[in-house]
């Protein structure tokens, strides 16, 4: 009977931790400029860049021309995935995201 008592509060405490987890740490939210549209800019340059696709969740490959565009720019996957995929917050992908 112990044992049995033991396991309905053990199985209560999983539920409630598993419940704080879901409700008070949420993954930091993605930022705008990770939704905007994939945009090759204005001048001629052809630039391997990566644009995060929100829709699919993905960073694809464009050619950047050098100049203008927007911020859903990066230089590599890596960075794309890391500031949009996994949602760095806004003011903290702000300040690390260079172009």
Avoid: W
């Amino acid at each position: 009977i112990l044992c049995l008592q033991y396991l309905k509060v053990n199985r209560s405490f999983m539920l409630s931790l598993i419940l704080f987890f879901l409700v008070f740490l949420e993954p930091p939210p993605i930022p705008s400029f990770c939704m905007t549209p994939m945009d090759r800019g204005l001048c001629r340059a052809k630039e391997l860049r990566f644009f995060y696709n929100y829709s699919t969740g993905r960073c694809h490959p464009f050619s950047y021309s050098g100049c203008g565009g927007n911020e859903n720019n990066f230089t590599s996957r890596k960075s794309c995935l890391k500031i949009c995929k996994k949602g760095m917050g806004s003011d903290i992908a702000t300040d690390y995201h260079q172009r």
